[in-house]
């Protein structure tokens, strides 16, 4: 169990393998837990392919974590705990945040906490790239969607009604988890990932978050990955690259059974800069 700030906390974090220095820091979904199946499939397949620790962790409310009310600042608070967890035990870490879904707004929000918020060198330097999977432009447009809002509510934290109050927060007079607001401040590779067949967060927002970022002149370059999968890259304001993968028939929980979702992330990974 890592504290946070308040009365939260996260858990999840075991003991980092000396010899790793890439890890993915995975902010999950809204459903359930850190334990859910898919998300299982995905650390063992991230692990296995690029040779890397990867630490999943639980808001608060949510798992095994503290019984606490989860909010946008707490749930980010718990993922900044875990971050800094990291950097204390390995401080030669080279973490890239992978947000899903709801995750993708916890990910964006601590991205930028790193790099605009003010935080010391190690912490700010260590994150070196940024993986937004099934991404919203924020709680308000996603909750705009039937399937979207009924997903935010399902089987969260402290049960459904801890799913509401968060997302009641989330839909306030600030519009919280608004991650077309900060995605233009992060300035690290980024790659947003979404399936065509996702009825709980709709592709276009990706398109549009994509669409949202400061880039250097009009150019993008479009590649087929396969028959199925278009990744889009350009080059950001801030000079890192900047990537889009659309994987037709891909759903919302399954991207990891696409192999072009870790063909698109081998390239992030040889983008990401030395420090």
Do not use: C
């Given at each position: 169990w890592i504290p946070?700030?308040?009365?939260?906390?996260?858990?999840?974090?075991?003991?980092?393998?000396?010899?790793?220095?890439?890890?993915?820091?995975?902010?999950?979904?809204?459903?359930?837990?850190?334990?859910?199946?898919?998300?299982?499939?995905?650390?063992?397949?991230?692990?296995?392919?690029?040779?890397?620790?990867?630490?999943?962790?639980?808001?608060?409310?949510?798992g095994d974590s503290t019984l606490a009310i989860p909010t946008e600042d707490g749930v980010v608070d718990d993922a900044e705990a875990v971050y800094g967890w990291i950097i204390e035990r390995h401080p030669d870490a080279r973490v890239v945040l992978w947000g899903h879904s709801l995750g993708s707004g916890v990910a964006s929000a601590l991205a930028v906490r790193l790099r605009r918020g003010g935080r010391p060198a190690p912490l700010r330097e260590a994150l070196r790239g940024v993986v937004l999977e099934a991404p919203f432009r924020s709680a308000v447009f996603a909750a705009t969607s039937f399937h979207a809002l009924k997903y935010l509510l399902a089987a969260g934290p402290l049960g459904r009604e801890g799913s509401y109050r968060l997302v009641k927060s989330a839909m306030g007079e600030e519009d919280n988890f608004d991650t077309e607001a900060r995605i233009p401040l992060v300035d690290r590779p980024l790659i947003m990932v979404h399936g065509t067949r996702d009825s709980s967060i709709p592709?276009?927002?990706?398109?549009?978050?994509?669409?949202?970022?400061?880039?250097?002149?009009?150019?993008?370059?479009?590649?087929?990955?396969?028959?199925?999968?278009?990744?889009t890259t350009a080059t950001a304001a801030h000079g890192h690259p900047v990537r889009m993968l659309i994987i037709d028939s891909a759903s919302h929980n399954d991207l990891h059974h696409f192999e072009e979702l870790f063909e698109s992330t081998s390239r992030l990974l040889l983008d990401l800069p030395s420090s």
């Amino acid at each position: 169990w890592i504290p946070s700030n308040g009365d939260g906390g996260a858990t999840g974090a075991g003991e980092m393998p000396s010899s790793s220095k890439l890890v993915f820091l995975y902010a999950h979904g809204n459903a359930f837990d850190r334990g859910q199946r898919h998300r299982v499939e995905l650390y063992q397949k991230l692990r296995d392919q690029f040779g890397a620790h990867v630490v999943a962790f639980d808001y608060r409310g949510y798992g095994d974590s503290t019984l606490a009310i989860p909010t946008e600042d707490g749930v980010v608070d718990d993922a900044e705990a875990v971050y800094g967890w990291i950097i204390e035990r390995h401080p030669d870490a080279r973490v890239v945040l992978w947000g899903h879904s709801l995750g993708s707004g916890v990910a964006s929000a601590l991205a930028v906490r790193l790099r605009r918020g003010g935080r010391p060198a190690p912490l700010r330097e260590a994150l070196r790239g940024v993986v937004l999977e099934a991404p919203f432009r924020s709680a308000v447009f996603a909750a705009t969607s039937f399937h979207a809002l009924k997903y935010l509510l399902a089987a969260g934290p402290l049960g459904r009604e801890g799913s509401y109050r968060l997302v009641k927060s989330a839909m306030g007079e600030e519009d919280n988890f608004d991650t077309e607001a900060r995605i233009p401040l992060v300035d690290r590779p980024l790659i947003m990932v979404h399936g065509t067949r996702d009825s709980s967060i709709p592709h276009y927002h990706s398109e549009e978050l994509f669409q949202a970022i400061p880039k250097q002149g009009d150019v993008a370059d479009h590649e087929r990955l396969s028959a199925r999968a278009l990744l889009t890259t350009a080059t950001a304001a801030h000079g890192h690259p900047v990537r889009m993968l659309i994987i037709d028939s891909a759903s919302h929980n399954d991207l990891h059974h696409f192999e072009e979702l870790f063909e698109s992330t081998s390239r992030l990974l040889l983008d990401l800069p030395s420090s």
